[in-house]
């Protein structure tokens, strides 16, 4: 069996792959066009979801997210490179007659040149584009919000993003500890000949702290880095690309008083991807690790029980597969499924998780100043 599971992943891998699966569809990116300078907006960004994860007797229990997530807001351009957006966001989990979570938000964003400045929330979730083990893909459907500031440039050849997302402020006498998490996502291309190379690095640092809370708990700080090589080429015909990357993952804990299983670990992530013409990615992933904790990956890659810290498994073995389809139904509205098995050989068992996904993202001009 396991000598099967092999060939099938290095077939895969011999079409290619990615860091990551393509989603730029989940992506919210708060665009700034100098027509629109003056000009005010009603904007809508819904999402419903459906993902079943038929999980047993591995590292992580099963368990399903089915609801919607609707932020109505207001944008204004107050001139060329600058945009203030407000609104408010909500989330309803089928199952729960009360809404999850209903807050406000508001962005300030001013862009100079290549470079954008974010105070607010920020462009979270999967705009950060990392890769899995470090960032789970389900936070975009449970944990989507991040507030604070963030620096970021796109370019043809550079993906830069530097982002500090405050979770938890403390006051004078607080009983909790204040809890910030920051991250740095770093992609650049470095060769586009034949085939295009880039350099991805990321990393993320959880802390959790304080001085002026009450009889405070030990302090924690925890990194995550990633370092890797990704190769991508455009074809034509049915394939519109193929991909393949290696990532070298590592985990430290940084805290004096260690309150986690283990101090340090590390992990690898190889990764073979197709992209086709007519909307289906079909992609193939081995993690391989050693006592590896995420702060914020995803929940079949640790070797802790996100649920159950008394669940632990000292070395994770994983074969993945994902199958991705994206369709665009309408202007703004978008289909998404996902199928993805995966063997746990650790565990011995195989698992596996499917969703579906409906997105519609679009302003409406309102009025303009004179």
Known sequence: MRKFLFILFFIEAGFAANAQLDNTVFEDRQAIAEQDSSKLFLGVNFLGFSRNNEYFDTIIEG??????????????????????????????????????????????????????????????????RLIEPLYDFERVLNNRLETGIQVRSITDQLFFDVWLDWQNMIYNNDAE???????????????????????PFQLLASHRGGQINVNPPPLETLINTSVGIELKRQTSGWMKDWKVSGHQLYYNNMSSANERPYKDGSGYYANGSIATTFGLEVMASYWQAHEFISIQGGKIYPSVSEFDYRVQQENMRLLVLRLLYNKEISNGLYATLRFEPHYDFEFESFQYAYGFYL?????FFLSQRK
């Open 63 to 128: 368990y399903t997210l089915l609801g919607y997530q609707l932020n109505p807001y207001l944008s204004y351009q107050l001139g060329k490179n600058v945009r203030l957006d407000g609104g408010v966001y909500l989330q309803q989990d089928f199952g729960n007659r009360d809404f999850s979570t209903i807050v406000p938000t508001l962005t300030l964003k001013v862009t100079k040149g290549p470079i954008d400045l974010l105070f607010g929330n920020i462009e979270s979730s999967l705009n950060h």
């Open 177 to 199: 500890q204040e809890q910030f998490v920051a991250g740095v996502s770093l992609n650049k291309r470095v060769l586009n000949q034949f085939v295009q190379v880039s350099l």
């Open 359 to 363: 997105q519609f993202r679009d302003r």
